[in-house]
């Protein structure tokens, strides 16, 4: 008998197909905002002419904007947004961009709401040994249209880089949810193939190691093997035409359906794990990190597992093959790394790698059980 708990998150709605700036629009009338603070990627907004148009369209309700978030969210970033939204009273966030913007809006909104004006006072928020502390609920929420396909505009987690030990560390509470999301593949063609892609494996690997978690239950399993099986399709087209905007629509939804087990609360396994420290120790993109230790993860847990990692293959459109090897010869297709190798990480970091592993959430819910370091070196010679 199943048993299990689904808590659906605090979205009121996605919106798709429709243009960005028609979309935001329609959501600040919605919410009666008449103070945004737009985060926005900087590419977008010095090389395209998508923000302005977004600017425009919102007039005098446009209280400003903020373009300066780096990969992988550092702190000093999130302070400095914090304090220009905080300087024109915003009563909204509207983020365009990636995933380090989204996160990085996350992160801004429990730093307005707790009085955060400091790099060290993100201590306060941040979780210690998987719990969230006592904090209070921001009430300067977030819209976002997402430019990458890692899915992280539908999750109420954040990972901020504290850069004094290069660790990503996770905030986390309900209301950091964006209230809607808005997917618009036609601002998605601005964002170069390497990282639209690349997101699009870490939406494949939420789905892969959602589907083999030992966690999971069959309405997540609903959503990661149609999401899987959306992107298995969609990614190879969006390679093969990158004006095809309906293979970019396709992949948005995939990563959509991709992270409804996460939000329901499956855990994700070792490659997320491993893929934290990449990102925060060693400046790995997230997409590449998936790319390169999803394969990996797959052999190792493959003893304990291949029940369901043969969903996986049948999802992929390869029944009876096995799955490593399917997601392996997928993620060359597209022109992604495969290997530890190719983004810069060398074997004498695998034991300062293993040790900050074991320290993130996701590596003791692995579903191979993972008891020592040793067992991620192993790992990490399989993606060497």
Known sequence: MHRGRVVFGAMDEVV??????????????????????????????????????IRK?????????????????????????????????????????????TDGAKAVQLCLANGIDTVEGIDRIRVVKGVAPEMVAPTVRQISVPTTIAGGEFSAIAGVTNRRTNVKEMLRHPLVMPRATMLDPAITVHTPEWLFLSTGIRAVDHCVE???????????????????????????????????????????????????????GVPMGASHGIGYVLGSAFDVPHGYTSCVMLPAVMRWNRPDNADRQALVASAMGHPGADAADVLDQFIRALGMPRSLKEVGVAPEHFDRIAEQAMATPWVPRNPRRIESPAQIHEILLLAA
């Not at 919410?31 to 907004?45: D, E, I, K, P, Y």
């Not at 992988?72 to 509207?94: C, F, G, K, S």
């Not at 997540?220 to 999401?227: E, F, I, M, R």
């Not at 095809?244 to 329901?264: C, E, K, P, V, Y």
């Open 16 to 53: 798709f197909g429709h243009p960005a700036a028609e979309a935001i629009s329609e959501q600040l009338d919605r919410l009666g905002s008449r103070r945004a603070f737009l985060m926005v990627s900087g590419t977008l907004n010095r090389q395209t002419d998508e923000i302005d148009r």
């Open 210 to 264: 959602a589907i083999c978690s030992r966690e999971t239950h069959p309405f997540a399993d609903a959503q990661s093997v149609k999401g899987l099986s959306m992107l298995a399709q969609a990614l190879p087209r969006v390679k093969a035409d990158p004006s095809d905007l309906d293979a970019r629509m396709d992949a948005q939804i995939g990563t959509w359906l991709s992270m409804g087990a996460l939000a329901m």
């Open 57 to 101: 369209s919102l007039g005098p309700r446009c209280a400003g904007i903020f373009d300066a978030m780096p990969a992988h969210t550092p702190r000093e970033a999130v302070i400095a947004a914090t304090n220009a939204a905080r300087a024109v009273d915003a009563d909204l966030i509207v983020t365009v961009g990636g995933g380090s913007i």
